[in-house]
């Protein structure tokens, strides 16, 4: 009887020791390749925050050559044209209208679809006298795209510097911020007097 109670005893632990070995091989073998498993993620996020980078520097670099093509426009639409020069004008405006739908497209499609589709349009500024009827729409067109253009460049800028000027602001202010040696904030002056003779 006392064997046979042995031998119950242990076959009552051979499960957990089963377990607990499996257990103990899955945690090893899991901590073997946790750190390959992390280098893997870092390496994706890495190359997820450098195609970010890319794309800002690609929409930066656009919306410098929306500027560059509104300056062209601008130059484009106010030249005085010829009758017989009208052919070479107008090769020159779809030529330029395509490249500021490229542009746009690098920035936003919104932006492209915004350009492409003018379902309204403002009167055009007073301009020399056009070279045909073709010739006058094609320049109250490029008229509005150069007024969406200028609408869409402005807010762009004001924007960086509504948010340069945020930063900034929040910057000094924290530096600004004196700790006591009781522990209370208090804050300096955040604007300093103009000294007599700066």
Known sequence: MGLAKRKNGIANWVPLACFLTLFLLFVVIGLELAPYHMLREV???????????????????????????????????????????????????????EQVLTEAQIISPYLEAWLRTLDRMRPAPALSPSASTEHTRKRQIMSEILARMEEFLSAEMLNKDIVSSAYNWT????HRITVSSAGRELAAPLCTPLQEGS
């Open 171 to 174: 910057h000094r202010l924290s």
């Open 43 to 97: 390496e994706d996020e890495n190359e997820t925050l450098k195609a970010q980078l890319d794309d800002r520097a690609r929409r930066r670099e656009a919306i410098l050559r929306l500027w560059q093509l509104r300056s062209e426009g601008v130059g484009i639409r106010n030249r005085h044209v010829q009758p017989d020069e009208e052919i070479g004008w107008k090769a020159e405006y779809e030529a330029w209208r």
